[in-house]
């Protein structure tokens, strides 16, 4: 195996040879989520290397938690669950992979084409984040497991993964349980960006933007009732669950 590296002016990706054009694919759409997210974020993190593993094993070997987290992942999900952020470094499958992981339906080939994005949106969030910067890392891990629903669903949702996973949604609410609301850990990458969406489209960008920069120290749900403009929480809850089942009929 011949590791190369290709570089832009952000970023560096590290693959095999034979990889070398789905890496130059992948650094221009981090370089335009880059761009993209500059205008909402004071930072957006340059000089990060993204890693193009060949397999899941070998992904797995760089974070021994990613198949727990696969696992803990709804299964209508798990299939977009392809890789991890790091201070520096993205780890994701090649592009090759990732299609091969791709469901029959509309936009799952859409959505696994944007993980490198959604990987690096995480990572911008992070670092814009005042509760997750200068923090133990329990402390850390602990956070970003009780507010999964809002970083993982920005992520995805900035990446721009929340506009095509309409078929995924619907397989969801016909296979699962009633989601909570906010979603819980295992709803998270799939629904967490829902919610973010049903803001932006209620309050702007920007109110989706603000959202992610604290950890409201009262909990999830005080942080939704002030986003949302004051509005009572289940009235929002309501209006989610309509978001939701439109979503989910536009999927079918």
Not at 113 to 128: D, F, K, M
Not at 130 to 149: G, K, N, Q, S
Request: glycine share 8%; aromatic share 6%.
């Amino acid at each position: 195996m011949t590791w190369e590296q290709s570089v832009s002016a952000s970023f560096t990706a590290r693959h095999e040879s034979s990889d070398a054009d789905d890496a130059h694919r992948v650094l221009q759409s981090l370089e335009q989520t880059r761009e993209r997210l500059a205008g909402l974020f004071a930072r957006t993190p340059e000089d990060v290397t993204v890693v193009l593993h060949g397999s899941m094993v070998g992904l797995s070997l760089t974070n021994p938690l990613l198949p727990a987290r696969w696992l803990m992942t709804a299964p209508s999900a798990r299939r977009y669950v392809a890789g991890w952020a790091g201070q520096r470094e993205l780890h994701v499958l090649t592009p090759s992979v990732l299609r091969s992981r791709a469901s029959n339906v509309p936009g799952s080939r859409e959505m696994l084409a944007l993980s490198a994005a959604c990987l690096y949106a995480r990572r911008v969030l992070a670092e814009n984040n005042r509760d997750l910067l200068r923090v133990m890392p329990l402390i850390r891990v602990l956070r970003e497991l009780h507010w999964a629903w809002m970083l993982e669903g920005a992520a995805r949702w900035f990446a721009g993964q929340t506009e095509h996973a309409r078929p995924a949604i619907a397989r969801r609410l016909r296979e699962g349980g009633q989601p909570t609301f906010p979603p819980g850990l295992r709803d998270a990458p799939l629904l967490g960006g829902t919610v973010i969406d049903l803001l932006a489209r209620e309050q702007g960008q920007r109110a989706a933007a603000d959202l992610c920069t604290r950890l409201d120290p009262q909990g999830p749900r005080a942080a939704l009732h002030k986003a949302f403009g004051g509005r009572p929480l289940v009235d929002t809850e309501a209006a989610w669950r309509s978001h939701l089942a439109r979503l989910a009929s536009a999927g079918v």
